[in-house]
């Protein structure tokens, strides 16, 4: 699916409606506020229209306090923003944590949580938050979103919207798992991916995880899975995969 970068020019206004959600906004010096750096920092960022529609979603999903704060580090060029429930329980916790970062001159993403509880999963909730994020992302130039991918079966869900995993070790340990509980002619395919990928690229850095998520049996070991990601939203193949999960109907 197309995107087009739309414009987009962040004001007083907008930190106004931030706030109006109940976000408490720190690092920001007293003479200045959040107007002052995020249009030059991260261009074309409409971060209240995206934290409201995260209210509206997420926020109807808990009766638990909710915890909203955007954090600016200035020295770090980093903008962090955080909505999340008061719960040590997975099932009923609900999270959206996201970081804004630079580096060598490039802007990242971290997906930190994107999590409702359970009773509220695979009721449509998500998609619009990922695909508003999506928008979000290419208004800003955004380079790369990097994932940590485990909590909430997320190891599958990565996988399937087409990141990549960035650390070998981390791709070995899933395969161990994999010899464990898959059976001979479920382990083959998955071994030959690996060794085809890892033989063209030793030290690789990009392995596609979501040749492995489409794989029989490969959905429970990837569910159960802890590994860090990345997708490059300037490589086509990537963003094809990712926008084309993200939209799909």
């Known amino acids: 699916m197309q995107i087009i970068a739309q414009p987009y020019t962040f004001t007083a206004a907008d930190r106004q409606r931030i706030e109006a959600l109940g976000y408490r906004i720190e690092g920001i010096p007293t003479d200045r506020q959040l107007e002052n750096f995020v249009p030059a920092l991260f261009p074309n960022f409409d971060l209240a229209g995206l934290l409201e529609m995260v209210d509206k979603l997420f926020a109807p999903t808990t009766p638990l306090a909710i915890q909203r704060r955007i954090q600016y580090n200035i020295p770090a060029e980093t903008l962090h923003f955080i909505f999340r429930n008061s719960t040590a329980n997975e099932d009923e916790a609900v999270a959206f944590d996201r970081v804004v970062l630079r580096q060598g001159g490039e802007l990242l993403i971290k997906h930190m949580y994107c999590l409702v509880p359970l009773p509220y999963q695979g009721k449509g909730l998500i998609k619009p938050?990922?695909?508003?994020?999506?928008?979000?992302?290419?208004?800003?130039?955004?380079?790369?979103?990097?994932?940590?991918?485990?909590?909430?079966?997320?190891?599958?869900?990565?996988?399937?919207?087409?990141?990549?995993?960035?650390?070998?070790?981390?791709?070995?340990?899933?395969?161990?798992?994999?010899?464990?509980?898959?059976?001979?002619?479920?382990?083959?395919?998955?071994?030959?991916?690996?060794?085809?990928?890892?033989?063209?690229?030793?030290?690789?850095?990009?392995?596609?995880?979501?040749?492995?998520?489409?794989?029989?049996?490969?959905?429970?070991?990837?569910?159960?899975?802890?590994?860090?990601?990345?997708?490059?939203?300037?490589?086509?193949?990537?963003?094809?995969?990712?926008?084309?999960?993200?939209?799909?109907?």
């Open 129 to 249: 938050i990922f695909q508003a994020s999506l928008q979000q992302y290419v208004n800003m130039g955004v380079w790369k979103i990097m994932v940590h991918a485990g909590l909430g079966g997320g190891g599958y869900t990565w996988a399937r919207h087409g990141f990549v995993a960035v650390e070998p070790n981390e791709v070995q340990t899933i395969l161990n798992d994999a010899y464990n509980k898959l059976s001979a002619n479920e382990i083959t395919p998955v071994e030959r991916i690996f060794s085809k990928y890892y033989s063209d690229h030793p030290a690789g850095a990009e392995f596609p995880m979501i040749l492995w998520a489409s794989l029989p049996g490969m959905k429970e070991v990837l569910r159960g899975a802890d590994w860090n990601g990345s997708l490059d939203l300037h490589n086509p193949e990537q963003f094809r995969n990712f926008s084309n999960y993200v939209f799909r109907p």
